[in-house]
């Protein structure tokens, strides 16, 4: 490719994205006339007609839509990559896209948020919610956030949050109905709510330790939810005994409108860490916000 190609080629792309040479030398920042002049001298190296001009109307040929489809991508991925080579500059800046699950952006990301934009006001930051655990290099993230053990281990993570607990609650008013379990055996007579998990449709079963062995129980129940909020709403109404993270529900403990059961069963196990992939260099901005959110003990 000749150098005046890079040129001409661009100027292509944005007469044939616009349909309009007007928007199209706007877009530029140059004159009509100058951008036709360029458009020409293109069609005249490569042999063929790529636009078919009108009074009115500015289209692609046949050879020019051809050529289009094969400018976008390859034109979008030299934009991400000249973005992604400036967000590596000392200097923390452009975009972190994040993917994490509802409690710990709640608890851990937005109240750290505020800090990190009056330290960094150059740096977007974009969440996105998922309950599946997401592939973050095919999903474009830039990092993830989920509990340490389900981490990959081709990736680097990093604590944000303490050793996380699960916990087995019911309101006060279900206890008056049903016994405490004293084992999880004993939850194959109890209305527990399921959690459905959304990365493999499946139903969680309530993970235990028994003398430091993983004891996984398959429970039953006349609700079923997919999402943490409800889940921790359901009990407190009463709707059954909910397998919930200590830290969801620690002011309902403490106030009582939660009481707990199975707690020798459930030790603390690694909490929340923010990982992202080991083989990408991370952009200054990533590194600024893993800085603020690091868990120190």
């Not at 994205?17 to 293109?42: D, V």
């Not at 069609?43 to 009115?56: H, I």
């Not at 489809?69 to 973005?83: H, Q």
């Not at 260099?281 to 120190?296: G, N």
Request: charged content about 25%; some cysteine.
């Amino acid at each position: 490719m000749k150098r005046e190609d890079l040129g001409d080629l661009a100027a292509f792309l944005a007469v044939a994205e616009e349909q309009s040479f007007t928007r199209g030398a706007a877009r530029l920042g140059l004159s009509q006339a100058t951008l036709s002049q360029t458009i020409s001298n293109l069609e005249q190296r490569l042999g063929v007609r790529l636009l078919a001009r009108t009074t009115r109307s500015v289209r692609t040929t046949e050879a020019g839509q051809r050529l289009l489809e094969t400018l976008r991508p390859a034109f979008a991925d030299i934009d991400a990559e000249m973005r992604s080579l400036a967000e590596l500059s000392d200097t923390p800046s452009g975009t972190i896209r994040l993917t994490t699950i509802r409690y710990p952006a709640r608890a851990l990301v937005l109240p750290a948020l505020t800090r990190f934009h009056k330290a960094f006001p150059g740096v977007k930051v974009e969440i996105s919610i998922e309950d599946a655990f997401t592939d973050i290099v095919a999903g474009g993230f830039d990092a993830g956030i989920r509990f340490g053990q389900q981490v990959e281990k081709d990736m680097v993570a990093v604590p944000i949050g303490p050793d996380a607990r699960a916990a087995v609650v019911a309101s006060p008013d279900y206890f008056t109905r049903y016994p405490k379990p004293v084992s999880p055996h004993d939850l194959a007579r109890h209305d527990c709510i399921n959690f459905r998990m959304a990365s493999a449709s499946n139903i969680f079963r309530w993970r235990f330790w028994d003398n430091g062995r993983p004891l996984d129980v398959k429970v039953d129940g006349t609700l079923t939810v997919n999402d943490g909020d409800i889940l921790e709403e359901a009990a407190l109404a009463g709707q059954g005994l909910a397998y919930i993270f200590e830290d969801q529900v620690t002011d309902h403990l403490r106030s009582g409108r939660l009481l707990r059961c199975l707690e020798d069963w459930c030790p603390p196990s690694p909490g929340y860490h923010l990982y992202y992939p080991t083989r990408r260099q991370k952009p200054a901005a990533l590194t600024a916000l893993i800085d603020m959110l690091r868990y120190r003990a």
